[in-house]
T-cell receptor
């Protein structure tokens, strides 16, 4: 079982739709949580951090449920430019110090006219 | 530049050759990470440096993979006797400190193809 699991999609939605992505993680020692966005043949870019209290950045809302080890991302009023792969990421402390990011396989979103 | 810089952008090598991939992190960033991303997958952790010290290399797939950061800035990932399964995008990331809440900033990656 992968440490971070996501539905790979693709999710094909019309412009203006609301779309939700879900993610589960298995390592209860995970310390921090992020959503990254990755465009085709580009590097991952941080979209937003995720907190238990929930956080919002414009059209994007992220939520963390530590008890269920579940992370979500909601995109409202989707735009064509939102088309990308969305990576669910957890940060785990390494034994020797420091930390590493563990990524899900990503969920592909295609926003269409 | 302001971001993480990686070179070369693309590398094609014959099976059995050695390759070296370079990462220039954001100036002042203490932590440096290497990841490997296979097609259709998320990036997988390879190794981590704090300044010049390699604190974790648990993700390196075999002893053919070697990374260094001798002066605590630029890092090189070397792959010896390359195999076809080494074909992937190799991503370097840096963060200001080693804190678990620090975001990691990624370079464009080196796309390695082994023939």
């Amino acid at each position: 079982r992968k440490e971070v699991e996501q539905d790979p999609g693709p999710f094909n939605v019309p412009e203006g739709a609301t779309v939700a992505f879900n993610c589960t993680y298995s390592n209860s020692a995970s310390q921090s949580f992020f959503w990254y966005r990755q465009d085709c043949r580009k590097e991952p870019k941080l979209l937003m951090s995720v907190y238990s209290s929930g956080n919002e950045d414009g059209r994007f809302t992220a939520q963390l449920n530590r008890a269920s080890q579940y992370i979500s991302l909601l995109i409202r009023d989707s735009k064509l430019s939102d088309s990308a792969t969305y990576l669910c990421v957890v940060n785990i402390i390494l034994t020797g110090g420091g930390n590493k990011l563990t990524f899900g396989t990503g969920t592909q979103l295609k926003v269409e006219l | 530049g302001a971001g993480v810089s990686q070179s070369p952008r693309y590398k094609v090598a014959k099976r059995g050759q050695d390759v070296a991939l370079r990462c220039d992190p954001i100036s002042g960033h203490v932590s440096l990470f290497w990841y490997q991303q296979a097609l259709g997958q998320g990036p997988e952790f390879l190794t981590y440096f704090q300044n010049e010290a390699q604190l974790d290399k648990s993700g390196l797939p075999s002893d053919r993979f070697f990374a260094e950061r001798p002066e605590g800035s630029v890092s090189t990932l070397k792959i010896q006797r390359t195999q076809q399964e080494d074909s992937a995008v190799y991503l370097c990331a840096s963060s200001l400190e080693g804190g678990v809440r620090q975001p990691q900033h990624f370079g464009d990656g080196t796309r390695l193809s082994i023939l």
